[in-house]
Each structure stands twice: as C-alpha cells, then as structure tokens.
C-alpha cells in the first residue's frame, strides 16, 4: 500500500511528495556504535520481468522522521550531548527566551566555565564525537576522515548544543556537496505554519540545511517552531531580529543588541548564523560605481550603520567575543558576504574581492577559538569568472568551506533564477564549494511558497548532484549508473523509484502510456516500438549473429592496431 | 491595448505566450540595402516615474510573423534566391512530392545544371548574399565577418533554396549561441495542429531552428506544414522517413530508398538534415561493453543495417553522391553522432570518439563539394569530460559548428533533464559549441506537449545566454546590463518586459502584491519594505551624508595603496 503523504500550498495539482511503498522505502545502517542509526531512502530494485531481485539501493535522506508522516523528528543527540559532560543545563527564562505562552521556562544548555563543546574541540583533541560517526556512515567515509577535515577547519558540522534533534551532516569540499534552501517570512506574508510546510517540503527534497531569514511578524516564535520541527541544521542571520528589536532603523542597532539577540538564537538551538562582520566601512565607497549597488540585505543595513555613525562595523570590532558565544553552544559561524554581487556587472570587483580577503583574516581568529566557521560567496557571476571566486577563496580563507549562493549568471530570466543560478552552482561546486544555497523561482520578485521550495530544491540537487558527479564521489557514480542500468533494461519501475523525484517520473510517463503493462514494455511515447534505439541496440546485443560479427570486427579493429578506420578512396 | 496571443495545450493554467503591448512589441531593422528588414523585439523603457523615457532596446527575435497573430510567416528570401539566377523551377510531381489533395503540383526549385547555389559557394567566391547581410544586421556584426567565417566552414547558414519562409540565420561559435527545439510525433501519438503549435510555441521562446523528428503517421504531411509555417530553419533525420517507406524494418535500408526520401525532404524545403554517415561497422563493436548501448535513433538502425548485411554504412560509402545531392539545394549537412553516450558512464569512450574523428574527415568532403557542414555532438556527458568534447571536435573536424544535445550531466532525474542539461548545455557552449539541442522535461519518459516545449526553451535559452555572457558578446551583456540597472532602479514593468519570459515574471511578481502601486514600490514581497537591501542601498547612495562620507572614506582607500585594510588588534 502506498502512502502518499498529504499535500500542501501545491499550484499544479500533482502531489508534491514522494510516496513510499514497498520498493521505495527508509532504512536505518547502524555503525559498530549501536547508538548511531543513520536513516538513508532505501530503493529495492526488481529484475526484467518486473518482480523484486533482492538488490537495492541506499541514498542519502535528509527528511528525518517527516517523510513516514508519523512519528516526527527524534531528539537524536540528546544524550550524546549530555553524555560529553561539557555542558549545564539554564533555564531560558534567565535570557528572557521563554516562549510565548509557555507553561513551564524551557531547559537549555550552555558549555560549561572553561569548556569548549565544539566538534573543532573535539576533532583538534583526536576525538571522534558521536557526530562524526554518524557522518561517517552517512558519507561513506572513514570517522577518522570526518575528524581530520574538521580539525583542520576544511569542514564543519553545523550542530548547536541546544539542537538535539539534528541528524549530523557535515559541510566540506571532500563529502558530498550540500543545499541550503532559505525559508521565512516578510512583513508583506507571514505565518508560521506555511514556514513549517516549506521546512518540511524543502527536507524532504534533500535539503541539507535550512535557513530561517524571517523578517515579518513573530521572528522568534517562527523560528522555535522551524528548530523543535527540522532534522536539518538551522541558520538563521541575527542582524535580522535585531533590527526588528530596534525599531527598524538600521541606525539604532548595537553590538549590545546584538549580542543579546545572539544568545538568545543561540539557545533556542540556531546551528549556524551568517554574521556580516567582513564589510568594513572602508569598503562602502568602492560599491558607489556598481550597477545594483549593495544587495546583500545583511550588508545594506550593516553599510547603513556604519556610514551612518562613521564608525568600523561593531561585528568585526567585537569579533572575538562573538566568537566566544558562539563556542559556547557549538554555533557554526557563516561569514556572509555583505558586498557580493548583484548583478553579473558586478562580479570579481573590488569591493566584494576585498571583504572576501577580511572574511579569511576572521576565518583565523574563530579558529584560533575552537569556532567552526565558513565562508559565504556570491551571487551574480557570469560562467567565466566563477572559478576564481572559488581560487581566491580557498587560498585567502584557508580552506574554509564556501558556501554560495547559486551564483546566478545571467540577469535577463527572472522568473527561471533556480535554473540561471542552478548552471552556477553546479559549476562553483565542481571547482569546490562545499554548500549551495538554492535561489527559487521567486528570486528578485516575491517571497516563495511551498511550491517554489519544491522548484529550487529540485534545481540545486540536480547541481551539488552533478558536481559530486563530476568530482568523482563514488557515491554519486553509483546512483546515475543504477538508474541507467534500469533505463537500458526498460525496469520502468525502477527508473522512476531511482528518480530524484520518482513522483513527477512516474507521471510523466504515464501521461501518454497510463497502462500496468507499459511498465514493462521496451518503448515509451517519445519513440515508440519501432523507433526506441535502447531496444535495438538491446536486440543488437542479444542477437548471436551481432555477437559474432561483433567478435570478427572486434578482432579486425584490434588488428589494425585499434585505430579508427581510415577510409580508402 | 495588450494583445494576448491563443494559448494552447497549457498545462499548468498561466499564458504560454508573451504578451504584446505598447512596451513590448515588434520593429525592423533596415541596413543600407532596403530589401533586407530584420525583426526584432523592441522594449521602450521607462524612467523612475513609470512613464515611458524614449529609450529602448531591441531584442533578437525568432518569431517571424507568427507572434503578431495575423499576417503569418512571410516569403522573405523567394526573390533573394531567383534573383542570384542558379536555380530552376521544377514540378514536385516529377519526383512523387505532390501534397495529398492538393489541387496543382507544388512548384519547387533545384540548381540550374553546373550552378552551386550553396551560401559556402557564394562566401568563397566573395559575395555577400541578401541572407549574409540580413545576418550581420541581426547579430550585429558586419557582412564581412559573416562571409568569412561561412568560407572558412566555421559558421554554416541552413537554408533551403526551397524554403524561402526561413529568416535567415547563422551557426557559428563567433556568433550568438543558438537553440533547436526538436518536435515530431512518435507511432504512439501523432496529431498535425499540435505539431504545429509546438513549432509556434518553440519559436515565440526563441527556438533558432526546429528538427522535425516525426516517426508516426503522415511524416511527409507533417513535414510539409511545419515547414511551410516555419520562420526558423527546418531540420529532419532522413532515415526516419526511409525506414518508414520500407516498412520498419532496419534490414531493409538501402542507399537508393535513402536518396530517394533525401531529394523529396530537400524539395520540400528542409534546411539541414542529420546523417549518420561516420558510423562505421568497426565502431558497433565498441558499443558492447557500454552501460547504455547506442541510444541515438539513427545510429541504432544504421548499425543493425549495418551488422545484418556485414556491410560498411551506406551512407558512409555514398557520402559524395550525397553532398552532390545536398548542393542542389543548399541542404546543410549535420553530421550525427550515432554513437553518443546515453548515460554519464559512457561519456567519451573510445566508441564516441572514434566517429568523431571520422566525421572530421566527412567534413573535409563535404566542404570541398561546397556543401555546409556541421557536426553533432553529445549527449550525456559529466561537466568534468565537457571541455574535451569541444577541443576533439575543433581538432578533429577542423572548426566545424559543433551542435550538441545538451549534454545531460547526470542521469538521476528523469523528469528533469531540461535542467541536468541546461547545466551541461551552458557550459559546452561556453566553450565554443555553436548550436544547443535542447532537451524537454519528458525526455526518456515520453513525447513532450508544447508545455514541455516551452519549458525546454526556457531552458535552453538560458543556457545559450549565460554562454553568450561568458564569452563576452556585446549583445547579451547589454540585455542584462539593461535589466540589472531596471532592478536596482525599481523600474518593474521594464524589468518585467525585459525578462525572457516577460508574462511569468509578471505573474510571480504579482501573486503577493497585485496593486499597480507595487510596479512603482521600492521593494517586493521577498524582503518587505524595510529589509529591501537595494531600497537600502539605493537610499544610501542618495544620501548627502554618505555621499560625503564616500568620498572622505574613498580618499583614505586610495591613500593606504588601494588595498584593503589591516586589522589592529
């Protein structure tokens, strides 16, 4: 019996959830770590006749318990982290986070004096956390290779200590490249629930992680109710609350009220946060000649306040005790790139190259403090200058992990940015990057829905895909061949089972061949009997005349010192 | 007063087609000589108030007259190809191409004995034809370069003596990047008007040339009405229609069934059509260890004639007799690539590149019978193997317009493969590929509708942008330019006009905040008012404050050598 889990905010009319049945189903691999239970999307393959051959295929899942429909998320770290003994429980109350309505103030956790409960701690300690097994298994990948990339800063596991519901993944140029789909409100739409159904679709189309950039009504409440509800890490960009705290002016912002906003994300579990503390005021001037001027909503309003008062932006004059916050609820620090690119006009110029070189001078120091850190990168970059932003990266950042939104390259598609942006992505993943965030369709004209989640999604998988594709991650190489396997062996089945999205396969073929036996036939619609060259070049195959010709030709070829013919005139 | 064209067989409820208004409509381009009118799309663009400004920009434009809606395609080149005095009227009767139920023979046109009436043969002999200037207008080069590169064999102009519909166009990697849209029926469904309507569809989104790639009933009837409604170059694969007349089996090919089928499509006026003649018998045997066979049509038949007579392709054997007959019509050759890989595992193998390099000698005949040539490429192909592809190909087939099928990237996502395509189509074209095939959502899963069709199109014609963008030409980054400056101005109807799918971007827009006050507003439903970054930006740049602050902080730039700053800690 398939379950078709129910739908939500859908404009086309096809359910935009995977169904699970008995040929697509989850499963959990355990490691020697009895504890550590890693969910994957198990895909049963059948034979040619159509019935199950015992094979199957395990990919990588990011849906938590979200995609049976039943039992939610589980609190799998909780006692991973209690167990590690470097943390003590606080009341919120204390830190004024208590949620709205709440019966009882809500128990968090804070490091304790002198402890540093951060995975870069660990993995510089020689340890392997409970994380890093998980991630092992999950990746494919020794533990000891998970440890070795963390300590040396070329990796981060996103995972707040106030966050036990996350399955661990891990964000580096050496594992499987990861998508970050952005959700959250405006003032112009807001409500909570339609945000949970775009965590909940967008998990459940691989996203890695989410971020949580509501700028509407309710941005605490929205988000505590993304954090108890997502298996995925959360970021979020605190400058955002802040200014809402403030009153709106971005002049009114302080480091004191910063701060107060930090922590407070910090303990409702918030795993990583974008912080604009790259954009110093020397670099304002050099966007006066841009054509989209500064369009990072994070470095406009930082820009605002430090022209406005003339001072070096407080984030980077406060970066170390930023950094100690951080370290004391294992917050994965994004340095966000408050002068990227607007436009492809833009792209490489100097003032998003020189906040680029501040961001790796801020890589060090969260470093230096036990603080798992990344980089985030542009943007609007044209296909021929997106290899040197991953370069200069790399060489001025240490290795960090870079984490990039598209890049978009080309402006003239509004409408279609999840495929202008995706040809990007795939393109700064091959040369590197580690983490992608999704543009949706909606991108430059309004706020998405659930629907347009599902489009990005889809979009950016495809690239971090066909970049793992491209890097060789056997992993990656493995599923395309199994799915071209069944596509040559007509297991319809399992062509639409191996599917990034088996939903929208299945019906596409069925449009025009709806009937059980078309699952077997060795055609589809686009060519009919006659005309499918995979079906002759099967009977070719199978045809003990073809085989001896094959084996005569075979040898002249040889014979000819397996040169290609040269044509006599 | 907007004029909203029919919509047809549009799945999803929105228009299809663009809208044409006072803001986004139709001109011609005129050159010194008069009898040559190029068609553009022209947006009037607005200033900040919303009122038209007096400027504009005019857009290369596929659509013939068919986006007006009345007076249907024109017969621009009838007069251009009698006047140059090489042709001679023939009765189509003569050769069996009489229409069904047509009234009188069809009056058709062939070389006059000893005559070369091929655009290579004029370009060699120094003449600029009408098509050439007509090209230069449009592509914005001069006459010279277009006559160049067609003498050199670099660029190829497919156009029929006798298909005087075609605005003429060019194939060539030192011009625009150009897209085909493949339509045709298969034996499973086959309808003529939806034919047609898919070659509406794909022309109004900028589709440069449609191959009619019909395998199901009345290929002929299909075939004439796509062609004589057609703006765009018209390409077909013979062997599809042979392998029809000889009653679907591949064993019964021959060379003279072949020619037969080739002089009736040049008489009814195809401008380029595929040959699988580099698909020699010692190849097939390369193809028996592959993951996916052969998956091309034509190859997949031409190597079961091949392996069921132990004989050498026919058409490979023939291939003088057949230039000789593409001359007489100036028939551009596009030489297939048979042995493409069908999967990501295949890509590049010693199967695949073997036929490459003997269309590279295929070209050197065609080229020296005056014949236009180009050369079809992959397929599926991961990004890593990409670039390879291009390098073996101008190698090989000294700088013939290389025309690739995407390539797919990867194979896990059926259903999708407009964009695992579009990602590798980008990419290859931005390396020097001339023309892209595109690939629709349903390919591998059935017969696309013109909803596929469009989003096909869309893809693909942002592929072949972001390349023109990363190339550098002067004609794409001014469309984003135009766009990018509309953006950050607020100017929404021109960015709405001046989108690639003005219709979509509007709607998008419009499904939060629909009030003719919101195209004047300085933000969108995505961020809001208050966290619009370019309304920050914008404000900031108009601020005295800042202006001053600028210059005072641009000074202190300069004076510290123009580099970034460094931290005092």
């Known amino acids: 019996m398939p379950t078709v889990l129910p739908d939500s905010d859908n404009a086309d009319g096809g359910s935009i959830y995977m169904s699970v049945d008995s040929s697509n189903s989850y499963a ?99 340890v392997v956390t409970k994380e890093m097994q998980y991630i092992a298994l999950r990746e494919g990948v020794s533990a000891e290779v998970v440890r070795d990339e963390v300590a040396a800063g070329r990796a981060v596991i996103p995972s707040n200590i106030n966050h036990p519901e996350v399955e661990p993944m891990i964000i580096g ?39 949580d950039l509501s700028t509407g009504q309710d941005i605490k409440g929205t988000r505590e109710a993304i954090i108890r509800n997502s298996p995925v890490p959360v970021g979020t960009v605190p400058i955002y609350e802040t200014l809402q705290r403030v009153g709106g002016s971005a002049q009114d912002l302080s480091w004191a009220a910063f701060k107060e906003v930090m922590i407070d994300q910090a303990l409702s579990g918030v795993d990583y946060m974008t912080i ?92 230096d403090r036990y603080v798992q850190v990344m980089v985030e990168g ?29 890049p978009i390259t080309t402006d003239f598609a509004p409408g279609y940015d999840h495929i202008t942006s995706a040809i990007g992505a795939a393109l700064i993943a091959t040369h590197g990057t580690a983490m992608l965030c999704y543009v949706t369709p909606k991108e430059h004209l309004g706020l998405p829905n659930a629907q347009d989640v599902k489009a990005g999604m889809i979009a950016y998988k495809i690239a971090a895909h066909a970049a793992d594709v491209a890097k060789g991650h056997p992993k990656a190489l493995e599923w395309d061949l199994e799915l071209s396997k069944a596509r040559f062996e007509f297991r319809w089945e399992d062509q639409f089972n191996l599917a990034l999205d088996p939903e929208v396969a299945r019906r596409y073929h069925d449009e025009t061949l709806p009937a059980p036996a078309a699952k077997t036939a060795h055609f589809c619609s686009m060519c009919g009997p006659k005309f499918c060259s995979m ?34 005139r």
Chains 1, 2 share one sequence.
């Open 173 to 211: 140029s050496r594992f499987l490249v990861k998508v970050n789909a952005n959700i959250g409100n405006s003032s112009v739409k807001a409500d909570v629930s339609s945000e949970i159904a775009k965590m909940q679709t967008a998990v459940r189309f691989g996203a890695d992680t989410v971020m």
């Open 276 to 367: 604009h503390a790259g954009l110093l005021l020397a670099y304002v001037p050099l966007t006066a000649a841009r054509v989209t001027g500064i369009v990072s909503r994070g470095g406009s309003i930082m820009a605002t306040w430090s022209l406005a008062h003339h001072r070096e932006n407080f984030l980077y004059e406060n970066f170390e005790e930023l950094c100690d916050i951080a370290r004391r609820y294992d917050v994965t620090l994004s340095l966000g790139d408050g002068l990227r690119p607007g436009s492809i006009a833009d792209a490489n110029d100097e003032a998003q190259l020189s906040e680029l070189r501040t961001l790796g001078e801020l890589v060090k120091v969260a470093r």
């Open 28 to 126: 959990y691999l355990c490691g020697e770590d009895l504890d550590v239970e890693v969910r994957v999307r198990r895909v049963s393959l059948s034979n040619q006749s159509g019935d199950l051959s015992g094979e199957y295929i395990d990919l990588y899942d990011t849906a938590g318990g979200i995609a049976e429909g039943d039992h939610g998320v589980r609190q799998l770290r909780q006692h991973w982290i209690w167990d590690r003994d470097d943390v003590a429980e606080i009341t919120a109350e204390a830190t004024g986070s208590r949620s709205k309505g709440a019966a009882q103030p809500i128990v968090r956790c804070v490091a304790k004096d002198g402890a540093f409960p951060t995975q870069l701690f660990y993995a510089r300690s020689g």
């Open 535 to 568: 079906s002759l070049s099967q009977k070719l195959r199978n045809d003990q005349e073809f085989k001896e010709g094959m084996n005569e030709k075979s040898k002249e070829f040889q014979r000819l010192g397996g040169s290609i013919y040269v044509r006599e």
């Open 378 to 406: 542009p943007g609007h970059v044209p296909i021929n200058k997106i290899e040197e932003n991953v370069q200069l990266e790399r060489l001025w950042c240490d290795d960090a992990p870079f984490y990039t939104l598209g």
